[in-house]
């Protein structure tokens, strides 16, 4: 079974396909650092403004 896998994904991949979780728009990361920033919306506002979570948006500004 592991080998069917193995070699169902290392096709996929070959035709171009991504395989996980997509990644969040970066226009959406973007406002919600700006949100952030200008301290003048509460992390709840944020989500629901931009639908990154609070992990995310963290996560991104520690890089």
Not at 6 to 33: C, D, F, H, M, W
Request: glycine fraction near 8%.
């Amino acid at each position: 079974m592991s080998e069917n896998t193995k070699k169902g994904l290392y096709e996929a991949k070959q035709k171009g396909v991504t395989s996980g979780r997509p990644k969040k728009p970066g226009e959406n990361v973007k406002r919600a650092i700006v949100m952030y920033q200008s301290k003048k919306y509460t992390l709840e506002e944020i989500k629901q403004e931009t639908g990154i979570s609070k992990s995310t948006l963290y996560r991104y500004l520690e890089n």
